[in-house]
C-alpha cells in the first residue's frame, strides 16, 4: 500500500501522455480516420485527462494517509504535473488554431519553464523555493480550465447539442477560466521569482 502513491503519480504521467498522442492523433489523422474514429480518440483523451487530474488530488492525500511520503514521490509529482498540463496544452493546440486558447496556453508554459530552470539554478546554490499556498490552487485551477477547454473541443465527440447558445457559453466560460488560471500562474511565477531574487541576492563567486 506504501507504493500506491507512487503509483499513481507514475500513472498520471503515463495517462498524460496518452492524452497528448490521443488529441495529435485524432488530429494529424483526421482525414485518414472515419468521423467515429476521430470522436472515439477525443472521448479516450478527454477520461484520460480527467482520470489523470484525478490522481493529482488523490495521491498526495494518499501518501499522507498512509505516512508514505518520499523523496522519489516528491520530485516525481511536480513533474507529472507539468507534464500533464503541458500534454493538454499541446494536444488541445494540435486539434487547431484558436487564440482564446492559444495566448494563455502560452503564458502557462512559459511560467512553467521559467519558474523549473529557477528552480534548478536555485537548487543548485543551495536555495530550496517552498510552494506558495497559491502556488498550489494554481494548479488545480489549471487543470479545471483545460478540463473545460478540451470537453469545448471535443464537444462534437460526446454529441452534445451543436446549439451555438449553448456551445458559445460554454466556450466562453471555458476560455474566461483558462485566463484566470494563466493570470494566478503568472502571479505564482512572480512571487518564485522575488523569494529566489532575495535568496541569490549575496555576491556571486568566480
Known amino acids: 500500500m506504501n507504493r500506491l502513491p507512487n503509483l499513481l503519480t507514475s500513472l498520471r504521467l503515463v495517462l498524460a ?5 490521443a488529441l495529435a492523433g485524432a488530429a494529424v489523422l483526421g482525414d485518414r480516420l472515419t ?10 483523451a478527454f477520461w484520460a485527462f480527467v482520470v489523470a487530474a484525478l490522481t493529482d488530488f488523490v495521491d498526495g492525500w494518499l501518501a499522507r494517509r498512509l505516512h508514505a511520503e518520499t523523496i522519489w514521490g516528491a520530485i516525481l509529482d511536480p513533474i507529472a504535473d507539468k ?14 488554431p484558436n487564440a482564446a486558447v492559444a495566448i494563455p496556453a502560452a503564458l502557462i508554459l512559459f511560467r512553467e519553464f521559467t519558474v523549473s530552470a529557477l528552480r534548478e539554478v536555485a537548487a543548485g546554490k543551495g536555495v530550496s523555493l517552498p510552494v506558495t499556498l497559491l502556488a498550489k490552487w494554481k494548479t488545480t485551477l489549471q487543470l479545471v480550465a ?6 469545448v473541443a471535443c464537444w462534437s465527440a460526446f454529441s452534445l447539442p451543436n446549439d451555438p447558445e449553448i456551445l458559445g457559453p460554454a466556450a466562453v466560460g471555458a476560455h474566461a477560466l483558462l485566463w484566470v ?26
Open 17 to 21: 501522455l496518452f492524452t497528448f498522442f
Open 35 to 44: 468521423p467515429e474514429s476521430q470522436f472515439s480518440l477525443e472521448r479516450w
Open 83 to 96: 507534464v500533464l498540463v503541458c500534454g493538454v496544452i499541446l494536444g488541445l493546440l494540435s486539434l487547431g
Open 146 to 151: 483545460l478540463g473545460a477547454e478540451l470537453l
Open 181 to 206: 488560471a494563466a493570470l494566478v500562474t503568472l502571479v505564482t511565477g512572480a512571487q518564485y521569482w522575488e523569494q529566489a531574487r532575495k535568496a541569490l541576492s549575496g555576491p556571486v563567486s568566480r
